[in-house]
Each structure stands twice: as structure tokens, then as C-alpha cells.
């Protein structure tokens, strides 16, 4: 009887060592389980920050080209503006006859000096005169077509007047130049 009494004191052992392991497994499964929580939960504020950041860089490069933009363009309002003041003039020195430039040099000479330092200003500040030629190709990007006529002689797209200069602020079309295009066939 002495062997059956050891037998079950080496059962209850055994049972109690497996209950402390099982107790020890559930205790690092439960560690397991709160660490890969962490694990997620840092994965998250990670891709949280690497977000924020790429938003923080985009606005920044957004702004960084709008004031570019702003800065380049900014005074386009006022550029348009002030463009019929040179057509303006333009046209007072294009109606002067040479009988009137005899009589009016030192006017003329005046006029024609301020139209220079106006288009100075202009070159000055990126604003670039398109001023096409007849027979020159249409180009709708930069000409207004303000009528067609077949004219004998051009092809069909040429241009045959110009009605008035176009300008350019940058890569910015502030104003078109005024066009006559030839509508001939052939």
C-alpha cells in the first residue's frame, strides 16, 4: 500500500506543476497579448505621424509656390490695366504725319520717350509684347481671331492684319494679340 500512496503523491506534482505552467502560459499569453496590443497601437501613432508629417511638407510646398506665384503674377491686374494706356499711345504715335512731326518734335520726342520707359517697366516685370506678323501662323494660344477672310495668296491659319499687340506676363497670357486670319481653301 506504501507504493500506491507515492504514486499519487508524484500525480499531485505532476498536476500541480502543470497547473503552475499553465498558470505561467496563460500569464505570457496574457503579456503577449497586451505587447502585440502595444505593437498595434504604436504601428498606429507611427503611421499617424508619418502622415502628419507629409501633410505638414505638402502645405508647406503648396504655400512655397503660391507666394512664387503670387509674387511673379501678383501685379497682373494691374499690368492689364495699364495696357490700353500703351495702346493708347501707341496709336497717338502711329497717327502723327510728318508734317505733324516737324511741327511737334519735342512732344513727340516726350511721347515716344515715355513709351519706351513703359515698355522698359514692362520687360522690367516679365511682361513680354507679342507682336505678330502678317503672314505669321495662328496660333490660338496667343492670337485673337477678330475675323476671316479669304485673302488670295495665304493659306488657310495665316495671318493678314493685325489688329492689335498681345502680351505675355511670364508664361501667362495677360492679353491675346487681335488677329485677321486668312480662311482661304488652298
Known amino acids: 500500500m506504501a507504493e500506491p500512496k507515492n504514486d499519487d503523491f508524484l500525480d499531485d506534482i505532476e498536476a500541480a506543476e502543470a497547473e503552475a505552467y499553465a498558470d505561467d502560459m ?26 502628419a508629417l507629409a501633410d505638414a511638407e505638402n502645405a508647406r510646398k503648396r504655400a512655397d509656390k503660391q507666394r512664387r506665384e503670387a509674387e511673379q503674377y501678383g501685379g497682373s491686374k494691374l499690368a492689364r490695366d495699364v495696357l490700353p494706356v500703351y495702346d493708347n499711345m501707341k496709336r497717338a504715335l502711329d497717327a502723327v504725319t510728318d508734317e505733324h512731326r516737324a511741327q511737334f518734335a519735342a512732344v513727340l520726342e516726350g511721347v515716344e520717350l515715355t513709351m519706351r520707359e513703359l515698355l522698359n ?29 479669304p485673302v488670295p495668296g495665304t493659306k488657310a491659319g495665316d495671318i493678314i492684319q493685325v489688329s492689335g499687340e498681345g502680351f505675355m506676363l511670364g508664361e501667362r497670357l495677360l492679353r491675346p494679340a487681335q488677329v485677321g486670319v486668312s480662311s482661304n481653301p488652298g
Do not use: Y
Open 26 to 51: 496563460s500569464e505570457i499569453s496574457d503579456d503577449d497579448a497586451e505587447l502585440d496590443a502595444l505593437r498595434a497601437e504604436r504601428d498606429e501613432f507611427k503611421d499617424k505621424f508619418m502622415r
Open 121 to 149: 517697366v514692362f520687360k522690367k516685370h516679365g511682361i513680354e509684347l507679342i507682336s505678330p506678323a502678317v503672314g505669321d501662323k495662328f496660333d490660338p494660344q496667343v492670337h485673337e481671331a477678330m475675323f476671316e477672310a
